[in-house]
């Protein structure tokens, strides 16, 4: 057993010290606080069957007691969690309709929005699921809650995301890299097993050639993703056709995207305008996380990180990986503007 081992709380507590020795330790027990919520989602992921999370919530057990589905467990761990934590001042979730402000007497300085359980359509068959995370600072300026919610990536403090695959793995983005922690049940720990993560580079030997997008909506596409779709599938020359691969489940199809290499799309369409994945708590997170990484994220015109949100529950197209693919896909809607379809009716 490795006796030194760098665990994820020891290893914020170094950054802390090491970048911010003034700070208040705010974010650390912030930090903490998620790792809690993260480690019950996951022992609740493992054991769903046998303990009858699956399904639609709303039922009782034999006891009488109510039963809760996983993405209602793991929306109020995530809740009841960041709240105790005294670090708070507002967050949000894509479980809750509105934004969910601390009791004045527990109230911090961080402002948070998560989707505590993303690919909820992946949960009953078991396969790979996550929780996603953005941490923001409130605004000196911010009186009302939902300005302190709308920030843009740019602000972002942190993000992260845990996903619940073969193991259980949290990266954690701060400006000062991507780094991941793999999580050992035997001691109850995270512990740092890929440091510095970066994306890999297309024409480097890990770098894999791989699109990821729900190809069954490809009646619906616009002219550029079509066109880009096109380009991967029946390249010009020698070049090989790219690799395909859609888990449906963002966690696990960026977390492939930053360990392999790829381009993930979930763009908008004819009956999705502004596509499917929600800007603050998933876009917004994967799309910092990628970047600090090295790659590029895009709404098809700008990063994803420039985007100032204008709702809780807003949605937008999101194209990221590879730094020259997503120029190329941005390339394409300026050729082919945004409603520009590639079908007519
Ligand atoms: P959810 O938050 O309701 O789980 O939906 C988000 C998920 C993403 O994880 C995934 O990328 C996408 O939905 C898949 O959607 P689709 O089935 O339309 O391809
Ligand atoms: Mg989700």
Not at 122 to 145: M, Q
Not at 158 to 179: I, Q, R
Not at 314 to 334: A, D, H, M, N, V
Request: aromatic share 10%.
């Amino acid at each position: 057993m490795d006796t030194e081992c760098m665990t994820v709380t020891r290893f914020v507590l170094e950054e802390k010290k090491r970048f911010f020795p003034g700070a208040s330790g705010d974010l650390t027990i912030l930090l903490n606080a998620l790792l809690t919520a993260i480690k019950a989602c996951a022992s609740a992921v493992r054991k769903a069957g046998i303990a009858k999370l699956y399904g639609l919530a709303g039922s009782s057990n034999t006891t009488g007691d109510e039963q809760k589905k996983l993405d209602v467990l793991a929306n109020e761990l995530f809740i009841n969690m960041l709240t105790s934590s005294y670090t708070v001042h507002v967050m949000a979730s894509e479980e809750n309709e509105n934004y969910i402000e601390v009791e004045t007497a527990k109230q911090g300085n961080y402002v948070v929005c998560f989707d505590p359980l993303d690919g909820s359509s992946n949960i009953d068959c078991l396969v790979t699921i996550g929780s996603i995370f953005g941490v923001w600072k409130k605004p000196l300026d911010s009186k009302e809650p939902i300005s302190c919610i709308l920030q843009s990536g740019e602000k972002l403090r942190c993000a992260g995301y845990a996903v619940y695959g073969s193991a259980c793995m949290l990266v954690l983005a701060t400006k000062n890299g991507v780094n991941g922690f793999t999580y050992d049940p035997s001691i109850g720990e995270f512990i740092l097993t890929s440091p510095s993560i970066t994306i890999p580079r297309m024409n480097e030997k890990r770098g894999q050639k791989i699109y990821s997008i729900n190809e069954g909506y490809a009646k619906y596409w616009d002219k550029a993703v079509t066109e880009y779709v096109r380009s991967k599938k029946f390249p010009e020359g020698k070049e090989k056709p790219w690799a395909n691969r859609y888990v449906g489940s963002m966690v696990a199809d960026v977390h492939r995207t930053l360990c392999y290499g790829g381009v993930f799309m979930y763009p908008g369409t004819k009956e999705a305008k502004n596509g499917k994945i929600r800007l603050l708590y998933e876009s917004i997170p994967m799309s910092y996380i990628v970047e600090m990484a090295g790659g590029q994220s895009s709404n098809g015109h700008c990063s994803v990180l420039k985007v100032q949100p204008k709702e809780i529950h807003q949605r937008s197209p999101i194209f990221l990986g590879y730094k020259e693919e997503i120029e190329k896909i941005e390339k394409l809607y300026e050729k082919y503007p945004p409603g520009t379809w590639a079908l007519e009716d």
